[in-house]
Structures are given as structure tokens and as C-alpha cells.
């Protein structure tokens, strides 16, 4: 389970982190399993529809289990299978990178993060960085801890 205090840890140091790097105005969201919002704070300046993004991208690593930039990835191999889950989910799924699982220190998902408003490889970067600052892993972090983890990597 993650908790208000930890969601808000994790969105408030990519903030932080992304006025540091001096990223366009972001906006983040912290979702439990079954993509339950949890918290959600947009920067002043952040652009139109950037919930529904931050929140796909989040939507899109717990329902196919790897991170959005995955599922990007994925979406570019198999458009037919691509294309049948984003029907099934009602469009729900934004596949690009920024979207990161939150894993426990087990390797058990306890969540998921979206974030917008920069590069995809700066989203991705951040939701990263606001993982481990509120103490969780990352996919990457999990990848040799065995076949029961289900991890997959771009790697």
C-alpha cells in the first residue's frame, strides 16, 4: 500500500527536481493498483489535458506491467495488439514514456506514477527519481531479483 504522506513525497521531489533541471511545468500523478488516483498536483503554466496524460501514462505501466516508454515500444512492434487495448480500456492508455511502476521493497507493485510536461526521457527520469526519494523501487531496481518480480526493461 502506499500511503497520502508517500504519494505526496514522490510528487513533490520530481517537482522540486524538475524546477532544478529548469523542465517545462510539470504535472504528476500517484496511483494505487487498479489506478485509483491517490494524488495529483500540476504545475502554474502546465498545458491543457495534462491530468488525463500524466494518468494514462500511469494506467499504461500498471495495465501492461512495464513502464509507458515500454508500452510505447510495444505499440510500435504490434499496432493490432496495441490497438485492441486501447479500445478494451476505453483509450484509456497513453503510451509514452513518463509512466513507472512503484514497487515495494519485496518488488511488489504498490502503485504507479505519470509524469508530463517535459521530454519523454526527462518524465521518465523524474518518475524515477520520486520512486526511490519516498523509498520505493523501480523496475530496474527489482530486475535481478527473479522471475516472480515480472519485470521487463528496455535493456
Same mark, same amino acid.
Given at each position: 500500500?502506499?500511503?497520502?504522506?508517500?504519494?505526496?513525497?514522490?510528487?513533490?521531489?520530481?517537482?522540486?527536481?524538475?524546477?532544478?533541471?529548469?523542465?517545462?511545468?510539470?504535472?504528476?500523478?500517484?496511483?494505487?493498483? /487498479?489506478? @485509483? %488516483?491517490? &494524488?495529483?498536483?500540476?504545475?502554474?503554466?502546465?498545458?491543457?489535458?495534462?491530468? =488525463?496524460? $500524466?494518468?494514462?501514462?500511469?494506467?499504461?505501466?500498471?495495465?501492461?506491467?512495464?513502464?509507458?516508454?515500454?508500452?510505447?515500444?510495444?505499440?510500435?512492434?504490434?499496432?493490432?495488439?496495441?490497438?485492441?487495448?486501447?479500445?478494451?480500456?476505453?483509450?484509456?492508455?497513453?503510451?509514452?514514456?513518463?509512466?513507472?511502476?512503484?514497487?515495494?521493497?519485496? /518488488?511488489? @507493485? %504498490?502503485? &504507479?506514477?505519470?509524469?508530463?510536461?517535459?521530454?519523454?526521457?526527462?518524465?521518465? =527520469?523524474? $518518475?524515477?527519481?520520486?520512486?526511490?526519494?519516498?523509498?520505493?523501487?523501480?523496475?530496474?531496481?527489482?530486475?535481478?531479483?527473479?522471475?516472480?518480480?515480472?519485470?521487463?526493461?528496455?535493456?
Amino acid at each position: 500500500m502506499i500511503t497520502l504522506a508517500q504519494a505526496n513525497i514522490i510528487i513533490e521531489t520530481i517537482i522540486k527536481r524538475g524546477a532544478e533541471l529548469q523542465c517545462r511545468p510539470l504535472s504528476v500523478v500517484v496511483v494505487e493498483p /487498479g489506478c @485509483v %488516483v491517490k &494524488a495529483f498536483q500540476k504545475e502554474d503554466g502546465s498545458s491543457m489535458v495534462r491530468f =488525463e496524460m $500524466a494518468f494514462g501514462k500511469a494506467y499504461a505501466s500498471l495495465a501492461l506491467g512495464r513502464s509507458s516508454k515500454l508500452v510505447r515500444i510495444r505499440n510500435e512492434e504490434k499496432p493490432a495488439f496495441m490497438n485492441y487495448l486501447f479500445g478494451a480500456t476505453d483509450n484509456k492508455i497513453f503510451p509514452e514514456g513518463g509512466g513507472m511502476l512503484i514497487r515495494a521493497g519485496n /518488488g511488489d @507493485v %504498490v502503485g &504507479a506514477v505519470g509524469v508530463t510536461g517535459d521530454t519523454e526521457d526527462r518524465d521518465e =527520469e523524474l $518518475a524515477a527519481f520520486g520512486i526511490r526519494a519516498a523509498g520505493f523501487k523501480t523496475d530496474e531496481d527489482c530486475a535481478g531479483m527473479g522471475r516472480g518480480i515480472n519485470v521487463r526493461q528496455t535493456k
